[in-house]
């Protein structure tokens, strides 16, 4: 089920991108810590954990919730699943909920 959704909200969103001229891609090897590091600065938090698939190898960049607490036993919340997109030379991160999360020119390459 969780997959699906995933699958979904990840086609409707390179389907809105394509839209505007920008085309999918995938993080070049070097380019995924720094990737995380400025996704995490846009989530506002001070790391991220990444789910699957691997983001050099598919345009999907999800962005795992943060773990329990130690008082707490389960959580609601859900993986941030953001597309990998290749606007203009630059590469950017889109969801449909927020602004781009902008990673710089030369981290990723058409998917």
């Known amino acids: 089920m969780i ?21 999918e891609a995938v993080l070049l090897p070097g380019a995924v810590e720094g990737a995380k590091a400025k996704a995490a600065a846009a989530l506002g938090r001070a790391s991220i954990e990444l789910g699957k698939p691997d983001p050099t190898e598919q345009s999907q960049f999800i962005v ?16 941030q699943v953001f597309v990998i997109m290749l606007d203009g030379g630059e590469c950017v991160l889109y969801d449909g909920k927020m602004d781009p999360i902008s990673l710089g020119e030369g981290v990723c390459k058409p998917a």
Do not use: F, H, M, N
């Open 3 to 23: 997959r699906t959704l995933i699958a979904s909200v990840a086609a409707l969103t390179a389907a809105s991108c394509a839209s505007i001229g920008a085309q």
């Open 64 to 79: 795992l919730p943060p773990r329990l607490g130690s008082g707490e036993d389960r959580s609601l919340a859900k993986p």
